[in-house]
T-cell receptor, first 113, second 112 residues
Framework: AQSVTQPDIHITVSEGASLELRCNYS??????LFWYVQSPGQGLQLLLK??????LVQGIKGFEAEFKRSQSSFNLRKPSVHWSDAAEYFC???????????FGEGTQLTVNP | IAGITQAPTSQILAAGRRMTLRCTQD?????MYWYRQDLGLGLRLIHY???????GKGEVPDGYSVSRANTDDFPLTLASAVPSQTSVYFC???????????FGEGSRLTVL
């Protein structure tokens, strides 16, 4: 069965610093991959998604993610973090188009002023 | 545009009571989902519906039931609530078979 692992439960960065959130997956083929963000008291919002093609994917709010097949990873990055980026971030996997998503456990991001 | 509306926002419930969480969407999406979110476990799929009239079991369906009488509504029922069902419940929908989900703001349920 497929799975998604986010190794970091909680990350703290300073405002203006760069950010990388890790995501590893287990699946026999190339999956569809997603990053969602959840602000406090809110539902989840899609940041970006990878289906095929260019392995560097651009998303909203200045985020990007890189798919690395050899490492089974899909890490999320942002060059300069803003205080408003403080939230919980979820990586998710979809086996095929139309199948259900499997979510990772989430990474809580704290941004220090 | 409302998107997905969930009700109630928050509820405290005695164990053994029946509870229905409501979910309505106005985007005419075919697929709808119920997830529960628990600390350290991420989101786990309870039930889903690919189209009106059909439902399926997700990862953690026990103790929950759903119905999909029409496109817009997808209620989740706890027939006899237990404390382990204390959680935040999210309803979501998607139109295309692309995996992009649109979420409601959640229903926080506490079972005592």
């Amino acid at each position: 069965a497929q799975s998604v692992t986010q190794p970091d439960i909680h990350i703290t960065v300073s405002e203006g610093a760069s950010l990388e959130l890790r995501c590893n997956y287990s699946y026999g083929a190339t999956p569809y991959l997603f990053w969602y963000v959840q602000s406090p008291g809110q539902g989840l919002q899609l940041l970006l998604k990878y289906f095929s093609g260019d392995t560097l994917v651009q998303g909203i709010k200045g985020f990007e993610a890189e798919f690395k097949r050899s490492q089974s990873s899909f890490n999320l990055r942002k060059p300069s973090v803003h205080w408003s980026d403080a939230a919980e971030y979820f990586c998710a996997l979809q086996e095929t188009s139309g199948s259900r998503l499997t979510f990772g456990e989430g990474t809580q991001l704290t941004v220090n002023p | 545009i409302a998107g997905i509306t969930q009700a109630p926002t928050s509820q405290i419930l005695a164990a053994g009571r029946r509870m229905t969480l409501r979910c309505t969407q106005d985007m005419r999406h075919n697929a709808m989902y119920w997830y529960r979110q628990d600390l350290g476990l991420g989101l786990r799929l309870i039930h889903y519906s690919n189209t009106a009239g059909t439902t399926g079991k997700g990862e953690v369906p026990d103790g929950y039931s759903v119905s999909r009488a029409n496109t817009d509504d997808f209620p989740l029922t706890l027939a006899s609530a237990v404390p382990s069902q204390t959680s935040v419940y999210f309803c979501a929908s998607s139109q295309e078979r692309t995996g992009e989900l649109f979420f409601g703001e959640g229903s926080r349920l506490t079972v005592l």
